[in-house]
């Protein structure tokens, strides 16, 4: 049973627009989320973070929203770069016990010039 | 060097081999991950260790054995493997176990079994 989901396997976008990637989770006890980008080669590395007393984080041209009652987050690229085509994981975990990582299966962006 | 190092980079091996994936962190954490990377799969959790002592078994085929000397190194023994144990084997740590600030990955090692 996957708990967190990232349902859309590729995204293309074309440089300076808005990229959106999403991301879906079932457990109600996750709390903390987080979003890892991951280029080729290369170990994912953590990009933002939200805390689930809040429904929106932004830094820099990154903004996380979440939607507690939908049980959905989503990450805003803005404007999006070339620099910024990688795998976007998706991630969650709990205060309750373990706070161990629970990962989505990852979406490629890919951003166009 | 700094952050998490995993040697080697790349890994053909054999059914019938034996080899081992080496992660060393200088970071100064107290917990060490492994974790699979499967083509179009979540990164999939398989063991946790937190101050040299596993804490976390994700169900894992006993053809994968872990061993932990001390909290700066993990590695992860592989003997008579299957074709479809070929993935990225990401080694992460964190100052402490659980924690959900400072998951710090190394680069991975990319294992292909033939």
């Known amino acids: 049973d996957q708990q967190v989901k990232q349902n859309s396997p590729s995204l293309s976008v074309q440089e300076g627009r808005i990229s959106i990637l999403n991301c879906d989770y079932t457990n109600s006890m996750f709390d903390y989320f987080l979003w890892y980008k991951k280029y080729p080669a290369e170990g994912p590395t953590f990009l933002i973070s939200?805390?689930?007393?809040?429904d929106k984080n932004e830094d820099g041209r990154f903004t996380v929203f979440l939607n507690k009652s939908a049980k959905h987050l989503s990450l805003h690229i803005v404007p999006s770069q070339p620099g910024d085509s990688a795998v976007y994981f998706c991630a969650a975990s709990g205060i309750q016990g373990a706070q161990k990582l629970v990962f989505g299966q990852g979406t490629r962006l890919t951003i166009n010039p | 060097e700094t952050g998490v190092t995993q040697t080697p980079r790349h890994l053909v091996m054999g059914m019938t081999n034996k080899k081992s994936l080496k992660c060393e962190q200088h970071?100064?954490?107290?917990?060490m991950y492994w974790y699979k990377q499967s083509a179009k799969k979540p990164l999939e959790l398989m063991f946790v260790?937190?101050?040299?002592?596993?804490?976390e078994n994700n169900s894992v085929p006993s053809r994968f054995s872990p061993e932990c000397p001390n909290s700066s190194h993990l590695f992860l023994h592989l003997h008579t493997l299957q074709p479809e144990d070929s993935a990225l084997y990401l080694c992460?740590?964190?100052?402490?176990?659980?924690?959900?600030?400072?998951?710090?990955f190394g680069s991975g090692t990319r294992l292909t079994v033939v």
């Open positions: 260790y937190n101050f040299k002592e596993q804490t």
């Open positions: 992460a740590s964190s100052q402490d176990f659980g924690t959900v600030y400072g998951y710090t």
């Open positions: 939200i805390s689930s007393i809040k």
């Open positions: 970071l100064g954490h107290n917990a």
